[in-house]
């Protein structure tokens, strides 16, 4: 089956230390985002990239990083810098521009400070 | 800053009757729509879409859409126990080749047996 995949579903992160979320979709889609989803805040934009090699800063790229080296993986960093890191990510990806622009979402992981 | 509002909830229905969902947005070169219902501790999912002024039917889910007022809304008839979840109202938006979904904060809904 086609999907996005996340991993790992929960993580635990100590002061100081950068960790790196991954995402992997196999649906042969072009573009792929990161949001933050805190509680009764919706989502918001992190990161997104539309090809390979390529990506744009979304609403909240302080203290996040990510790479697009291959069409199926964009993997989040989350680093020392970003001040509060708990929160549950979700990675997305969209189908082609003609016809239906709907997004695909992973399941998420849970990131938490300890 | 472009922005997607959404009526503050939560909202509660009884079984069987409509829940009324809004959302405003402020860009005026929106061009798609989307809701998504979330459950508690998972990832939202698609349930429709809206390009379109006027109305799109699918099922027990209309969803609503005027351009002009910058007003897009979803009607769910006969509302069930689980239709319980927060659904949230999402715009697209074009900058050149870059395409990217703007959030509402979501509105809760809970449906009474």
């Known amino acids: 089956d086609g999907g996005i995949t996340q991993s790992p579903k929960y993580l635990f992160r100590k002061e100081g230390q950068n960790v790196t979320l991954s995402c992997e979709q196999n649906?042969?889609?072009?573009?792929m985002y990161w949001y933050r989803q805190d509680p009764g805040q919706g989502l918001r934009l992190i990161y997104y990239?539309?090809?390979?090699?390529?990506?744009q800063k979304g609403d909240i790229a302080e203290g996040y990083s990510v790479s697009r080296e291959k069409k199926e993986s964009f993997p989040l960093t989350v680093t020392s810098a970003q001040k509060n890191p708990t929160a549950f990510y979700l990675c997305?990806?969209?189908?082609?521009?003609?016809?239906?622009?709907?997004?695909?979402f992973g399941s998420g992981t849970r990131l938490t400070v300890v | 800053q472009k922005e997607v509002e959404q009526n503050s909830g939560p909202l509660s229905v009884p079984e069987g009757a409509i829940a009324s969902l809004n959302c405003t947005y402020s860009?005026?070169?929106?061009?798609?729509f989307f809701w998504y219902r979330q459950y508690s501790g998972k990832s939202p999912e698609l349930i429709m879409s809206?390009?379109?002024?006027g109305d799109k039917e699918d099922g027990r889910f209309t969803a609503q859409l005027n351009k002009a007022s910058q007003y897009v809304s979803l009607l769910i008839r006969d509302s069930q126990p689980s239709d319980s979840a927060t659904y949230l109202c999402?715009?697209?938006?074009?900058?050149?080749?870059?395409?990217?979904?703007?959030f509402g904060k979501g509105i809760t809904l809970s449906v009474r047996p």
């Open positions: 997305a990806s969209r189908t082609p521009r003609t016809g239906n622009y709907g997004y695909t």
């Open positions: 649906l042969n889609h072009d573009a």
């Open positions: 990239s539309q090809i390979v090699n390529d990506f």
């Open positions: 860009d005026r070169g929106s061009q798609s």
């Open positions: 809206i390009y379109s002024n």
């Open positions: 999402a715009v697209n938006t074009w900058a050149g080749a870059n395409s990217k979904l703007t």
